[in-house]
Nanobody
Framework: QVQLVESGGGLVQAGGSLRLSCAAS????????MGWYREPLGKHRQLVAT??????RQYVDSVKGRFTISGDGTRTVALQMNSLLPEDAGVYYC???????????WGQGTQVTVSS
């Protein structure tokens, strides 16, 4: 099992910045991709960004140029969010998974609120 603990989030005005962090513990050999997903109110959980242990990064189009994911892909992952928009609001979840094994782990979620 892998435990993911998130920190960061909160309330920010549109145009502001926030940083989310996540640390993994436990059987981290079962994780080689870490990322962030968000769940806007009343909507499905959606991919924001991922990073692999080889440093490959993936972003959803709506955050490209504004968000930056960093980390090692197995122990830690962070998401720097700049130029935040009201539509970026939601509960952000840290995710850890493996490209081969069926493991898929989630953090408890952290709320991001963007006021207009």
């Amino acid at each position: 099992q892998v435990q993911l603990v998130e920190s960061g989030g909160g309330l920010v005005q549109a145009g502001g910045s926030l940083r989310l962090s996540c640390a993994a513990s436990g059987s981290i050999d079962r994780v080689n991709i870490m990322g962030w997903y968000r769940e806007p109110l009343g909507k499905h959980r959606q991919l924001v960004a991922t990073i692999t242990t080889s440093g490959e990064r993936q972003y959803v189009d709506s955050v490209k140029g504004r968000f930056t994911i960093s980390g090692d892909g197995t122990r830690t992952v962070a998401l720097q969010m700049n130029s935040l928009l009201p539509e970026d609001a939601g509960v952000y979840y840290c995710n850890g998974k493996h490209s081969i094994y069926p493991d898929n782990y989630w953090g408890q979620g952290t709320q991001v609120t963007v006021s207009s």
